[in-house]
C-alpha cells in the first residue's frame, strides 16, 4: 500500500503522559498536513510542512503541542502533559504541493483517549 | 468567520435512486473545493474536485456542481449502493494550503 500510514492507530493514555504519533507520508508528496476532529464534526488544521520546513500552525496548536518533520519525509506528532481535551482522532495528509496537483489524501489517523 | 457549512446533518436515500449533498461556503476567494468521504474509523477518502474556474466536474458515478454566485457546492451520486453509506464532507482550499471543512451529511442507504 503506498498511501498515507499513521502509527499507533490507537493511544490510550493517562492524563498528564506524553504522546507520539507518527506519520509516512505518499512518497513523492512534499506537503504533509496535520488535522484533528473530534467526534461528528470535521477535521480541523492543526499545521503542516513544506518538506522540512513548517509553514503554518493553527491557534489548535497549543505549546503542549509540536511537530516536526526532520528530513522532509515522515513527521512526528508529540503532545506534552496531555489533558482529557486531547482526545480526538489525528490525521495526517500530505500533498504534492503544487498548483497543478493539490489533493490532499488522508491517512486512517490515530485515535487518541486520554483517561 | 469564514465557514464551510452543510444544509443537512442526515441523508437516507433508496438502494439505487440518486442522492443530492449541499455545502454552502462564505468564503468567496476560495478556488478549490473537494468532497470526501468518511467511513466509521477511518479517513477521510477523496472523491472529487473541482476549481473555482469550472461550474460542474464528473467523475465515476459522481458529479459535483459549483454555483459561485450563491456560494454553493452540491456532490450528486448516481444509482447509489450500499458502500456509499457514510459521511460526506466539503472542504475548500484557498491558496494550496490548510484545507477547512464543514461538519458532514451522514448519507444512509436504505437497501
Known amino acids: 500500500d503506498t498511501g498515507v500510514s499513521q502509527d499507533p492507530r490507537h493511544k490510550i493514555t493517562k492524563r498528564g503522559q506524553n504522546v507520539t504519533f507518527r506519520c509516512d507520508p505518499i512518497s513523492e508528496h512534499n506537503r504533509l498536513y496535520w488535522y484533528r476532529q473530534t467526534l461528528g464534526q470535521g477535521p480541523e488544521f492543526l499545521t503542516y510542512?513544506?518538506?522540512?520546513?513548517?509553514?503554518?500552525k493553527s491557534r489548535l496548536l497549543s505549546d503542549r503541542f509540536s511537530a516536526e518533520r526532520p528530513k522532509g519525509s515522515f513527521s512526528t506528532l508529540e503532545i506534552q502533559r496531555t489533558e482529557q481535551g486531547d482526545s480526538a482522532m489525528y490525521l495526517c495528509a500530505s500533498s504534492l504541493g503544487n498548483y497543478v496537483e493539490e489533493t490532499q489524501y488522508f491517512g486512517p489517523g490515530t485515535r487518541l483517549l486520554v483517561l | 468567520g469564514e465557514s464551510v457549512g452543510l444544509h443537512l446533518p442526515t441523508l437516507s436515500v433508496q438502494e439505487g435512486d440518486n442522492s443530492i449533498i449541499n455545502c454552502a461556503y462564505s468564503n468567496s476567494a476560495s478556488d478549490y473545493f473537494i468532497w470526501y468521504k468518511q467511513e466509521s474509523g477511518k479517513g477521510p477518502q477523496f472523491i472529487i474536485d473541482?476549481?473555482?474556474?469550472?461550474d460542474k466536474r464528473q467523475g465515476q458515478r459522481v458529479t459535483v456542481l459549483l454555483n459561485k454566485t450563491v456560494k454553493h457546492l452540491s456532490l450528486q451520486i448516481a444509482a447509489t449502493q450500499p458502500g456509499d453509506s457514510a459521511v460526506y464532507f466539503c472542504?475548500?482550499?484557498?491558496?494550496?494550503?490548510?484545507?477547512?471543512f464543514g461538519t458532514g451529511t451522514r448519507l444512509t442507504i436504505i437497501p
Open positions: 510542512f513544506q518538506n522540512e520546513a513548517q509553514l503554518e
Open positions: 472542504a475548500e482550499n484557498f491558496g494550496n494550503e490548510k484545507l477547512t
Open positions: 473541482i476549481r473555482s474556474n469550472m
